[in-house]
């Protein structure tokens, strides 16, 4: 029986795409129309990449139905048009061809809702190299890293799941909980200290590094 080909996930925001502008000016309205403080930098920088219900929840710390009119504040505007405020990471599209090339299965993990990360993609140009994009529900029932990696790993059964690729401790957590090792994307606002800290298996600097990171793992 040949060999089943290898499965690559990797998350969306911080890792394959720059999407912090458009985040942080959804961020900034849905915060002036609870009528909070301007948020600060390191507030921002914290809301890309967590479920967006729990980055109000835990970084501005708004509880009950504020937390449910702070995400539809940041979605009237995020999906008017500030999601596609992006740019891909340089080195990003040569990595994919790189591990496509080599026979790899690509999939999105992501804990933005699928069908904002669909609709990135596609503006960007990246979504032809995916087999598959896994994302959470618009209702929030599905949102946690762990959820998405469970839905990416089902929907491609027939190959071995190498690792995840991510930026932040909630990439390592979820992919952890279904026994799979994250190489820390260190280009990412999360950063190298974070990354290692949550316990990625590797963090590297660059795109490029990528593919000797994933063979190291299945080495």
Known sequence: MPDRPPLVLFDLDGTLVDSAPGIWA???VAAAGLGLP???PAQLRAMVGP?????FATVFGL???DVGRAVAAYRGHYSSGAMLDVAVYDGVPQLLRTLRDGGAVLAVATSKPQVFAVRVLGHVGLLRAFAGVHGASLDGAVRHK???VAAALAAHPGTRAVALVGDREHDVLGAAAHGLPCVGAGWGPGGAGELTAAGAAAVVATPGEVPAALARLEG
Do not use: F, I, K, Y
Request: glycine share 12%; aromatic share 0%.
């Open 26 to 28: 959804s961020v900034r």
């Open 38 to 40: 301007e948020p600060t």
């Open 51 to 55: 479920p967006l219900q729990d980055g």
């Open 63 to 65: 509880t009950g139905d």
């Open 146 to 148: 762990d959820q998405v």
